[in-house]
Nanobody, 122 residues
């Protein structure tokens, strides 16, 4: 069973920074290696649907960012550690949400983890 564990969230003032981590564990990842999966960071704010924030390709060479975070967030991965990161700078109150990581439609998804809460105060 694959498990995704997100960490690094917290309370920060507007303009501050946080670095989120997502560690994937399991003997195999649905019979494949972690580096065969595109990975994304998602967030869900109260009363809103979960949305994709950023995505990174299998080797880390390609990235995608939602317009709302472009220029402020950076996604990266370390396949040797089965871990994905999200560096968040210049945080805004509207970034407040629970942040999750997972795969994508092209390469597949895992069971959702618990997420990590990010709260940005104004």
């Amino acid at each position: 069973q694959v498990q995704l564990v997100e960490s690094g969230g917290g309370l920060v003032q507007a303009g501050g920074s946080l670095r989120l981590s997502c560690a994937a564990s399991g003997r195999t990842f649905n019979g494949r290696a972690f580096n065969e999966y595109n990975m994304g960071w998602f967030r869900q704010a109260p009363g809103k649907e979960r949305e994709l924030v950023a995505r990174i390709g299998r080797s880390g060479g390609s990235t995608y960012y939602a317009d709302s975070v472009k220029g402020r967030f950076t996604i990266s991965r370390d396949n040797s550690k089965n871990t994905v990161y999200l560096q968040m700078n210049n945080l805004k109150p509207e970034d407040t949400a629970i942040y999750y990581c997972n795969g994508d439609p092209a390469t597949g998804y895992f069971p959702w983890g618990q997420g990590t809460q990010v709260t940005v105060s104004s």
